[in-house]
């Protein structure tokens, strides 16, 4: 069963940038989506931030709320997949979990936008 492990949340004043990382424990191939969700504190559900497909640029989604401001990438050599987050706002304080195909999940990292 291959885990997925999170890091690079923290705390940030509102207009900065943080850099998650996801690494996988085993080898992700080009068809599996990877992606970051997002459960703020009080919400019911995590929400889609972000998701990536295939090798090279590959072919992503991103929520409305984020597009321009962040961005996903990945590295299949290391078996690892980035999110870039720009500009961040208070609204995007939330617990920000990886996924490999919406079946195996991280245990998230923290992030927390304030001033």
């Known amino acids: 069963q291959v885990q997925l492990v999170e890091s690079g949340g923290g705390l940030v004043q509102p207009g900065g940038s943080l850099r998650l990382s996801c690494a996988a424990s085993?080898?992700?191939?080009?068809?599996?989506?990877m992606g970051w969700y997002r459960q703020a504190p009080g919400a019911k559900e995590r929400e889609l931030v972000a998701?990536?497909?295939?090798?090279?640029?590959?072919?992503?989604k991103y929520a409305d709320s984020v597009k321009g401001r962040f961005s996903i990438s990945r590295d299949n050599a290391k078996n690892t997949v980035y999110l870039q987050m720009n500009s961040l706002k208070p609204e995007d304080t939330a617990v920000y979990y990886c996924t490999l195909n919406r079946v195996v999940w991280g245990q998230g990292t923290q992030v927390t936008v304030s001033s």
């Open positions: 998701t990536i497909t295939g090798t090279g640029v590959g072919i992503t």
């Open positions: 085993k080898r992700i191939f080009g068809f599996d989506t």
